[in-house]
C-alpha cells in the first residue's frame, strides 16, 4: 500500500530504517525474522516475501507524531492487523493470506 509522503518528513526512509536496524529486523509484536533492504528469496512469490517486509508503525496513529517511543517495528501482517479495525477497511479473510 503506497504512502501518501505529504504525510511524513523527508527524512521517513532513514527514520524508519534506524527504527527497523534497532530491532534487528525482527517485529516487535510476534518476533518474526522480516528482509534487510535487498534481501529477496528467489523462491518466493511477491506475496510471499512481501509477507516478510518489516514497516513501522506510529503507536498513536499520527504520522506526524515521529518521536522514537512513538514509533514501532510490525511486519506486514502485524501491522495489517493493528490498523484492521482502526482506519481500514481490511476484512478477517484479508488477514488469512498471511
Request: aromatic letters at 10%; hydrophobic letters at 30%.
Amino acid at each position: 500500500m503506497p504512502i501518501d509522503s505529504k504525510r511524513y518528513p523527508d527524512n521517513w526512509k532513514e527514520l524508519a530504517l534506524s527504527v527497523k536496524k534497532l530491532v534487528n529486523y525482527e517485529c516487535q509484536c510476534c518476533g518474526k525474522r522480516c528482509y534487510k533492504p535487498g534481501e529477496r528469496p528467489e523462491n518466493q512469490t511477491r506475496s510471499e516475501w512481501t509477507a516478510n517486509i518489516l514497516q513501522v508503525h506510529h503507536r498513536d496513529f499520527n504520522c506526524f507524531n515521529n518521536r522514537s517511543n512513538n514509533l514501532i517495528a510490525l511486519c506486514s501482517a502485524c501491522h495489517l492487523n493493528v490498523h484492521r479495525s482502526r482506519y481500514s477497511d481490511v476484512s478477517p479473510g484479508q488477514m488469512s493470506l498471511f
